[in-house]
């Protein structure tokens, strides 16, 4: 083996780890989001089956009711076929012969009629469910099998006497088929439907509302701020500012869910003032996005705070020292050296955080759940609301996904606006004496 | 269910002939059975399941078969929301439980992706007890004309008023008595509801916002509003969207934030607060569920339902529509998990458990409704005040949601939009247009607009 191919074997553990868990759900979301997948379709595969929803589908889009109707008619029927599969599959002769004698050419409209039938036989099988597999064997009907092939589902169709034309055929196929199908209808979807658009101007709004006052401003002002304090006290403020991302985030909502409840401290401190007690953080949207903007911002400014004071303890202290002693002032020294040094951190953060704000939605579920009626539903959890919540049990995992990959493409070009707003080029220039 | 039933039976009713004989052999069978929405009280749906394998043992040992039972019951979800999640995403992983029980609206979507077999494969609907269970009932369990679950309970939404509060505004015992008649023949309307929850509150005996109190989250109880004011959810297997109904539906919730009987953020107030406050008399009007009875007497320690509380239909809101209220019933559902005898001995166990003098125990311990005839002749149920006089007043006139494949997508649509209007970012009218598109773009043919 040569020390390439070694090379190549070294990487293999993590090459398996990116393409698990990295390439793999990105390349799943784009998958999903051509479908129609839902709780209904399952995700690994489908079958055919005559359900109510599959002939409205043949009646309606595919405008052949009659034939929608015929798929539909229940029948069990005692004929010489039947008793002939029963001999075969070495039932008793017994009861085929009675079966015979008592109900041949009968036809029933249901399992139960013919059950009840079958229970009137002296050589009736004894148990509910043999009773039922005898029932069954008689069943000219399709209503609710599940067909695991097309050609069965056909079998069955032409064993009920129906005879179908190819275009008949291929309707009834597409619409008796339970698993998903590819589609664009996703997008145009999302176009369609009018509440897409505030969703997406509540995400623009949260994203760069958050990211300008709190991840990055905020987190500036902790940085200096504690750059300029004596060693300990900084570093006791800064492990602070840490709680809110090291708190599990259902614990610290819960927290402030207790500070803005009508029962909860906001509301019986205003209440000594005679302002009436009220759900804070759900009354208005202007409280609702304060809250959530404040619960978010104060998890996303620790991480700012951290790299932002790293930087600035990078920085020589002897250009401080010489700034001193050319009589530069705090601002003077914020303005001409720290800014101009935490410009590549600075468009770490502000990329970093915008994605991560995009992509997070878990403090806003808690919170106020998209609340009050729907003002911070941002895309995220308009994703996840879609994707992973129902009230009758349909989740949308096509369209969720759908959702996602929109979020992955903004994501994408985001991150090459602020490349290009940021100079990264210039930034990763070698330096003029190396060149 | 597996490729083609009639093959499947065919085989089977041979395989079950060679095997008649059943030789005495040890079985180990573990089912896991998981209820969605359940609170303490509700610990009888799966406990019932308990009491069905000990049932099914014993029975077994008498034939001189060793069966054992193991049940695994889990009542515990984030909600119905995590419930779902957690039996859909087990089911996508294989790895679904035995047994649920859950809402009959699961059943067209679970069906169709093959998450259940249909219980009627391996029960006997003309036997005790399920004969016994009401007919309308059986019938929410059936989709596509195929019986897929067995009732759990059954329920009904009731309206709710304070007596005390009634009286304040003028009302007499005796026409508080008669309240329940007076909505039933349409005399009392949602405008006199808007009307009495503006008195309570300028009488004073109800702070601001809380003269009508509704419930605070999603819900089958808003389609009870959309019906009382003559809307239609589904026809002939077609789910409709009536824009007229739905419009005065979304202004009747208006109305009531304008007027300034219900708060505009009362959405999201959390169900502890709630609870306690409708039953401590701090709300005039409000609704809710028959099992709250359960509740309010029990952890919140209302000491004389029957004199402090007045419960109705929902009364109609206009003269298109009437007097109404909606049993959202759980069913026992068989998972497609396990082989064909497991799901045999599943179906035996929630048949066992439907079994009157069982579900009793549920029924009267979560304040629950009856399921079959005979549980009238149970004492446990037919002493219990509660229990038969909401059965009497609410079942008859209830109605329930469709299990329609689509129907989840229209239940979001209908709930984010009274939500906007609700909160006054959006007027009634432009909620049901947005609602309207929406339902257009994503169900198509499948919903009728009216």
């Given at each position: 083996m040569t020390s390439r191919q070694l090379g190549f074997l070294f990487l293999t553990p993590a090459s398996l780890f990116i393409v698990m868990f990295f390439l793999a759900p990105v390349l799943l979301t784009v998958v999903f989001s051509f479908t129609n997948m839902s709780t209904a379709t399952g995700i690994t595969g489908g079958a055919w089956q005559v359900n109510p929803g599959a002939m409205r589908r043949l009646a309606i889009v595919h405008e052949e009711p009659d034939l929608a109707e015929a798929l539909q008619v229940q029948a069990y029927v005692v004929d010489d076929l039947a008793l002939a599969s029963l001999s075969n599959a070495g039932q008793r002769q017994a009861l085929i012969d009675e079966l015979e004698a008592e109900l041949i050419g009968q036809t029933f409209a249901s399992r139960r009629e013919i059950a009840r039938a079958i229970r009137n036989l002296d050589n009736r099988p004894r148990s509910t469910r043999e009773v039922n597999a005898l029932a069954t064997s008689f069943e000219r009907s399709l209503?609710?099998?599940?067909?695991?092939?097309?050609?069965?589902?056909?079998?069955?169709?032409?064993?009920?006497?129906?005879?179908?034309?190819?275009?008949?055929?291929?309707?009834?196929?597409?619409?008796?088929?339970?698993?998903?199908?590819?589609?664009?209808?996703?997008?145009?979807?999302?176009?369609?439907?009018?509440?897409?658009?505030?969703?997406?101007?509540?995400?623009?709004?949260?994203?760069?509302?958050?990211?300008?006052?709190?991840?990055?401003?905020?987190?500036?002002?902790?940085?200096?701020?504690?750059?300029?304090?004596?060693?300990?006290?900084?570093?006791?403020?800064?492990?602070?500012?840490?709680?809110?991302?090291?708190?599990?985030?259902?614990?610290?909502?819960?927290?402030?869910?207790?500070?803005?409840?009508?029962?909860?401290?906001?509301?019986?401190?205003?209440?000594?003032?005679?302002?009436?007690?009220?759900?804070?953080?759900?009354?208005?949207?202007?409280?609702?996005?304060?809250?959530?903007?404040?619960?978010?911002?104060?998890?996303?400014?620790?991480?700012?705070?951290?790299?932002?004071?790293?930087?600035?303890?990078?920085?020589?202290?002897?250009?401080?020292?010489?700034?001193?002693?050319?009589?530069?002032?705090?601002?003077?020294?914020?303005?001409?050296?720290?800014?101009?040094?935490?410009?590549?951190?600075?468009?770490?953060?502000?990329?970093?955080?915008?994605?991560?704000?995009?992509?997070?939605?878990?403090?806003?579920?808690?919170?106020?759940?998209?609340?009050?009626?729907?003002?911070?539903?941002?895309?995220?959890?308009?994703?996840?609301?879609?994707?992973?919540?129902?009230?009758?049990?349909?989740?949308a995992y096509g369209y969720g996904a759908a959702l996602a990959l929109v979020l992955v493409v903004i994501g994408l070009v985001l991150s090459i606006a602020y490349l290009f707003f940021f100079d990264f080029k210039a930034l990763v220039r070698p330096p003029r004496i190396e060149r | 269910m597996t490729i083609l039933r009639t093959a499947t039976g065919l085989s089977l009713a041979a395989g079950l002939l060679a095997s008649t004989a059943v030789a005495a052999s040890a079985e180990d069978y573990t089912f896991r059975v998981w209820a969605g929405g359940s609170g303490p009280v509700d610990d009888y749906r799966t406990i019932a399941i308990e009491m069905a394998a000990d049932i099914l043992e014993r029975e077994a040992a008498i034939r001189g078969e060793e069966l054992t039972i193991t049940i695994e019951g889990r009542t515990s979800f984030d909600g119905w929301d995590g419930f779902k999640q957690a039996v859909t995403l087990a089911a996508e992983a294989g790895d679904a439980p035995e047994i649920l029980a859950t809402s009959h609206t699961d059943i067209a979507p679970w069906s169709q992706a093959g998450i259940i077999v249909p219980v009627e494969d391996y029960v006997n609907l003309d036997a005790w007890p399920l004969n016994d269970i009401f007919p309308n009932l059986m019938d929410i369990g059936s989709f596509g004309g195929t019986v897929w679950g067995i009732p759990q309970d059954s329920e009904s939404r009731p309206f709710f008023f304070w007596k005390e509060h009634m009286r304040a505004i003028g009302y007499s015992d005796a026409e508080i008595d008669a309240l329940p008649a007076a909505v039933q023949n349409g005399e009392y309307t949602l405008q006199n509801v808007l009307e009495d929850a503006v008195a309570m509150q300028e009488a004073g005996v109800v702070e601001p916002g809380y003269g009508f109190y509704p419930r605070v989250s999603n819900g089958p109880d808003y389609w009870q509003f959309y019906l009382a004011f003559g809307g239609t959810i589904e026809e002939d297997g077609q789910l409709v969207f009536d824009s007229a109904a739905m419009q005065d539906f979304y202004q009747f919730f208006a109305d009531a934030v304008d007027a300034g009987i219900t708060r505009q953020n009362h959405i999201g107030t959390p169900w502890d607060q709630w609870y306690s406050e409708v039953a401590s008399g701090r709300a005039g009007l409000w609704h809710g569920g028959t099992w709250h009875y359960a509740r309010y007497t029990g952890r919140e320690g209302l000491e004389d339902f029957f004199n402090t509380i007045q419960f109705t239909l929902i009364p109609a809101g206009d003269e298109d529509g009437a007097a109404n209220t909606i049993t959202h019933p759980l069913m026992y559902l068989i998972t497609e998990q396990g082989d064909e005898d497991k799901h045999q001995i599943a179906a035996e166990l929630v048949t066992i458990a439907s079994e009157p003098r069982i579900n009793t125990l549920h029924a009267i311990r979560s304040a629950h409704l009856s399921i079959a005839r005979s549980q009238s002749d149970i004492d446990l149920f037919s002493n219990d005040r509660w229990a038969s006089e909401a059965t009497e007043r609410l079942l008859p006139y209830a109605s329930a949601q469709p299990n329609n494949t689509d129907f989840g997508v229209y239940i979001d649509v209908m709930w984010s939009n009274l939500e906007a209007t609700w909160t006054g970012r959006k007027t009634a009218e432009e909620a049901v247009a947005d609602a309207e598109a929406e339902l257009v773009a994503t169900l198509g043919d499948a919903i009728t607009i009216r």
């Amino acid at each position: 083996m040569t020390s390439r191919q070694l090379g190549f074997l070294f990487l293999t553990p993590a090459s398996l780890f990116i393409v698990m868990f990295f390439l793999a759900p990105v390349l799943l979301t784009v998958v999903f989001s051509f479908t129609n997948m839902s709780t209904a379709t399952g995700i690994t595969g489908g079958a055919w089956q005559v359900n109510p929803g599959a002939m409205r589908r043949l009646a309606i889009v595919h405008e052949e009711p009659d034939l929608a109707e015929a798929l539909q008619v229940q029948a069990y029927v005692v004929d010489d076929l039947a008793l002939a599969s029963l001999s075969n599959a070495g039932q008793r002769q017994a009861l085929i012969d009675e079966l015979e004698a008592e109900l041949i050419g009968q036809t029933f409209a249901s399992r139960r009629e013919i059950a009840r039938a079958i229970r009137n036989l002296d050589n009736r099988p004894r148990s509910t469910r043999e009773v039922n597999a005898l029932a069954t064997s008689f069943e000219r009907s399709l209503v609710g099998n599940r067909y695991e092939t097309e050609a069965s589902l056909f079998a069955a169709i032409a064993a009920k006497g129906l005879a179908l034309t190819p275009d008949q055929a291929e309707a009834v196929a597409e619409a008796t088929w339970t698993g998903w199908t590819w589609t664009t209808e996703n997008f145009e979807r999302m176009v369609r439907v009018p509440d897409t658009f505030t969703i997406f101007l509540n995400t623009i709004f949260y994203v760069f509302t958050t990211l300008i006052f709190f991840n990055t401003g905020f987190a500036l002002i902790l940085a200096i701020t504690t750059h300029y304090m004596p060693e300990g006290p900084a570093g006791w403020f800064r492990s602070i500012w840490l709680l809110p991302r090291v708190l599990p985030a259902v614990l610290y909502v819960l927290m402030w869910k207790w500070l803005a409840w009508d029962t909860g401290f906001l509301s019986s401190l205003l209440g000594q003032f005679g302002v009436p007690p009220r759900n804070w953080m759900l009354n208005d949207a202007a409280s609702a996005w304060t809250f959530v903007i404040i619960i978010n911002g104060t998890v996303g400014a620790s991480m700012g705070m951290l790299i932002f004071a790293s930087a600035i303890k990078a920085i020589p202290q002897q250009i401080f020292y010489a700034s001193e002693v050319d009589g530069a002032s705090r601002w003077q020294q914020i303005r001409h050296i720290i800014l101009p040094q935490l410009k590549w951190p600075i468009l770490f953060i502000t990329t970093y955080q915008s994605l991560s704000l995009l992509t997070s939605f878990e403090h806003i579920l808690l919170a106020t759940d998209g609340g009050p009626g729907g003002v911070t539903e941002v895309w995220a959890l308009h994703a996840y609301h879609t994707a992973l919540s129902n009230y009758a049990g349909n989740l949308a995992y096509g369209y969720g996904a759908a959702l996602a990959l929109v979020l992955v493409v903004i994501g994408l070009v985001l991150s090459i606006a602020y490349l290009f707003f940021f100079d990264f080029k210039a930034l990763v220039r070698p330096p003029r004496i190396e060149r | 269910m597996t490729i083609l039933r009639t093959a499947t039976g065919l085989s089977l009713a041979a395989g079950l002939l060679a095997s008649t004989a059943v030789a005495a052999s040890a079985e180990d069978y573990t089912f896991r059975v998981w209820a969605g929405g359940s609170g303490p009280v509700d610990d009888y749906r799966t406990i019932a399941i308990e009491m069905a394998a000990d049932i099914l043992e014993r029975e077994a040992a008498i034939r001189g078969e060793e069966l054992t039972i193991t049940i695994e019951g889990r009542t515990s979800f984030d909600g119905w929301d995590g419930f779902k999640q957690a039996v859909t995403l087990a089911a996508e992983a294989g790895d679904a439980p035995e047994i649920l029980a859950t809402s009959h609206t699961d059943i067209a979507p679970w069906s169709q992706a093959g998450i259940i077999v249909p219980v009627e494969d391996y029960v006997n609907l003309d036997a005790w007890p399920l004969n016994d269970i009401f007919p309308n009932l059986m019938d929410i369990g059936s989709f596509g004309g195929t019986v897929w679950g067995i009732p759990q309970d059954s329920e009904s939404r009731p309206f709710f008023f304070w007596k005390e509060h009634m009286r304040a505004i003028g009302y007499s015992d005796a026409e508080i008595d008669a309240l329940p008649a007076a909505v039933q023949n349409g005399e009392y309307t949602l405008q006199n509801v808007l009307e009495d929850a503006v008195a309570m509150q300028e009488a004073g005996v109800v702070e601001p916002g809380y003269g009508f109190y509704p419930r605070v989250s999603n819900g089958p109880d808003y389609w009870q509003f959309y019906l009382a004011f003559g809307g239609t959810i589904e026809e002939d297997g077609q789910l409709v969207f009536d824009s007229a109904a739905m419009q005065d539906f979304y202004q009747f919730f208006a109305d009531a934030v304008d007027a300034g009987i219900t708060r505009q953020n009362h959405i999201g107030t959390p169900w502890d607060q709630w609870y306690s406050e409708v039953a401590s008399g701090r709300a005039g009007l409000w609704h809710g569920g028959t099992w709250h009875y359960a509740r309010y007497t029990g952890r919140e320690g209302l000491e004389d339902f029957f004199n402090t509380i007045q419960f109705t239909l929902i009364p109609a809101g206009d003269e298109d529509g009437a007097a109404n209220t909606i049993t959202h019933p759980l069913m026992y559902l068989i998972t497609e998990q396990g082989d064909e005898d497991k799901h045999q001995i599943a179906a035996e166990l929630v048949t066992i458990a439907s079994e009157p003098r069982i579900n009793t125990l549920h029924a009267i311990r979560s304040a629950h409704l009856s399921i079959a005839r005979s549980q009238s002749d149970i004492d446990l149920f037919s002493n219990d005040r509660w229990a038969s006089e909401a059965t009497e007043r609410l079942l008859p006139y209830a109605s329930a949601q469709p299990n329609n494949t689509d129907f989840g997508v229209y239940i979001d649509v209908m709930w984010s939009n009274l939500e906007a209007t609700w909160t006054g970012r959006k007027t009634a009218e432009e909620a049901v247009a947005d609602a309207e598109a929406e339902l257009v773009a994503t169900l198509g043919d499948a919903i009728t607009i009216r």
